[in-house]
């Protein structure tokens, strides 16, 4: 048989009637997770051992079903979710929502495409004007609001975060990992939060979270790019000799990466490399802040250093290193004299500088120079009930960093309930994009086991937990701006693009037993 994979043609409405079932079939699944009173969701892993969820995307990504069509609007509607969790940290169950309704509602209209897409834009941007305009900045007070909201209403995880942003400050960073002990708590420490993340999967330690952590590495960072293993071999014995880890600041040829990523697979070395800074006159002195509070000595080879050379005392230390996909935490020692002193001077230069460009250079060289990390530690008396509490923490630490980056609106569906007034009625797309922005406070009250009731008064709606109509900001029921407008922007997207749809080409599913 050819080795070229045979493909299954579906046309028209027979394919967009597949894919809107298997959109209809995630949105289902994680639509019961949606709001303060959404459920929870058992999922059985590729192993059989079960686990217990209510964070939307996690309920998204363990779903693959069986028709192929299916599974294909299921996928992108994923990409939806994925979108929306990259840009705000949270909101994959509300674009879940948008989207599959938005889907709905505009197919049953059967009316032209493309005005209906041209409509449905529109729409989005009338409503992320709306949003925009009623939201309020986050003080002290909410910030433990939209952590609690995030964490499924509970308060003591909600304190705790609140807590962590809180001690940290605007230049700091929160974290989480898991707690050794069944309580939760936070740990305050000095530390570096550097924009660039993980080179290669081969080099992650957390299959499930795809990160690559280390204990106590030590730091080696090179400005020239490094273009042969044998350049640093002398480091690498090193580091294996007194069994260490190693944490790479450079840019790495590909055979490097792939000779380093192999050794790493076998067992040989404890590593990972991250991508130095781009740009020329920031790259280096991020290198070298990097350098100051790490001990190491940067390396350039067009400066005349020698890689190979290089000796244990150029080599710097931390704490701890922790890469996800997108960035890397250093955790430090408390700063040296000479770090702080570089702060104040750093803080003298800010005050002076009046050109915006420069403002902004100078504000993220003092966040990281003077940042400090907040570690939630997650403890929990079982293994299932330790997920169930990480996904919940991880959701509320990411709504909170977006709530305080752009501010918040009312939450409970009724920012985008309330939005719904300033559609063109005569305009179809439109209008379906106003049906559908109803979903996620229909949902909401859906899974309370409450009938849908709308207030005449902007900003108020009904309070889950009690059941009594209450303005929303004043009762702390809160979204953060950012995490609105992303969903409903990702969902419009994909929406649209699935709307226009009438081929889908899939592979066919051959049973390798029935293979000849």
Same mark, same amino acid.
């Given at each position: 048989m050819s080795d070229k994979l045979v493909k299954n043609l579906n046309f028209g409405n027979d394919a967009k009637d597949k894919i809107l079932k298997g959109i209809d079939k995630l949105t289902k699944a994680v639509s019961s997770t949606l709001g303060a009173s959404g459920k929870c969701v058992i999922l059985e892993d590729q192993h059989g051992r079960p686990s217990i969820t209510k964070d939307g995307v996690t309920v998204a990504e363990s779903i693959t079903l069986l028709d192929p069509v299916e599974n294909i609007g299921a996928t992108l509607l994923k990409?939806?979710?994925?979108?929306?969790?990259?840009?705000?940290?949270?909101?994959?169950?509300?674009?879940?929502?948008?989207?599959?309704?938005?889907?709905?509602?505009?197919?049953?209209?059967?009316?032209?495409?493309?005005?209906?897409?041209?409509?449905?834009?529109?729409?989005?941007?009338?409503?992320?004007?709306?949003?925009?305009?009623?939201?309020?900045?986050?003080?002290?007070?909410?910030?433990?609001?939209?952590?609690?909201i995030s964490a499924n209403n509970d308060e003591e995880v909600g304190a705790l975060i609140a807590d962590a942003f809180l001690s940290v400050g605007k230049t700091g960073v929160v974290s989480m990992e898991e707690s050794h002990t069944p309580e939760t708590h936070v740990d305050i420490v000095d530390g570096i939060q550097y924009d660039k993340g993980l080179k290669s999967v081969h080099f992650t330690t957390d299959d499930a979270s795809k990160s690559s952590e280390l204990k106590k590495?030590?730091?080696?960072?090179?400005?020239?790019?490094?273009?042969?293993?044998?350049?640093?071999?002398?480091?690498?014995?090193?580091?294996?000799?007194?069994?260490?880890?190693?944490?790479?600041?450079?840019?790495?040829?590909?055979?490097?990466?792939?000779?380093?990523?192999?050794?790493?697979?076998?067992?040989?070395?404890?590593?990972?490399?991250?991508?130095?800074?781009?740009?020329?006159?920031?790259?280096?002195?991020?290198?070298?802040?990097?350098? =100051?509070?790490?001990?190491?000595?940067?390396?350039?080879?067009?400066?005349?250093?020698?890689?190979? =050379?290089?000796?244990p005392e150029h080599l710097g230390e931390c704490i701890k290193t922790s890469t996800t996909e997108f960035e890397t935490i250093i955790q430090t020692k408390p700063p040296t004299e000479e770090v702080e002193k570089l702060i104040k001077q750093v803080e003298k230069d800010l005050d002076k500088e009046k050109v915006a460009g420069q403002i902004t250079r100078l504000e993220k060289r003092l966040a990281l120079l003077s940042a400090k990390i907040a570690n939630v530690k997650v403890g929990a008396n079982s293994d299932v009930e330790l997920k169930e509490k990480k996904d919940r923490v991880e959701d509320a630490i990411c709504a909170t960093k977006a709530a305080i980056k752009e501010g918040i609106v009312p939450g409970g569906g009724i920012a985008l309930l309330n939005a719904a007034c300033n559609m063109d009625e005569n305009n179809p797309g439109e209008e379906v994009l106003s049906k559908a922005i109803l979903s996620p406070f229909r949902t909401i009250l859906q899974n309370a086991g409450l009938d849908p009731v709308l207030s005449e008064e902007d900003g108020f709606g009904?309070?889950?937990?009690?059941?009594?109509?209450?303005?929303?900001?004043?009762?702390?029921?809160?979204?953060? =701006?950012?995490?609105?407008?992303?969903?409903?922007?990702?969902?419009?997207?994909?929406?649209?693009?699935?709307?226009?749809?009438?081929?889908?080409?899939?592979?066919?599913?051959?049973?390798?037993?029935?293979?000849?």
């Open positions: 990409d939806a979710a994925r979108k929306t969790v990259k840009e705000a940290g949270d909101g994959t169950t509300t674009a879940t929502v948008l989207a599959n309704e938005i889907l709905k509602l505009a197919t049953e209209l059967n009316g032209n495409v493309r005005e209906i897409k041209q409509g449905i834009n529109s729409g989005v941007k009338k409503v992320v004007k709306y949003l925009e305009k009623i939201s309020i900045p986050v003080k002290d007070d909410m910030v433990k609001q939209v952590a609690t590495p030590l730091v080696l960072i090179v400005e020239s790019k490094i273009e042969n293993i044998r350049k640093i071999q002398a480091v690498l014995e090193y580091v294996i000799k007194n069994n260490r880890a190693l944490f790479v600041i450079a840019d790495v040829e590909p055979q490097v990466l792939s000779a380093l990523a192999m050794n790493k697979i076998k067992g040989n070395i404890k590593i990972n490399i991250v991508d130095a800074p781009v740009f020329g006159y920031t790259k280096k002195q991020v290198l070298n802040d990097i350098a =100051l509070m790490t001990g190491a000595t940067v390396i350039n080879e067009h400066l005349g250093d020698d890689l190979d =050379l290089i000796q009904i309070d889950v937990v009690t059941g009594n109509m209450v303005n929303m900001i004043d009762e702390g029921i809160i979204d953060p =701006l950012s995490v609105t407008k992303s969903a409903l922007k990702n969902a419009a997207s994909v929406a649209t693009t699935i709307l226009s749809t009438d081929c889908v080409i899939n592979n066919i599913r051959i049973h390798e037993g029935d293979r000849r």
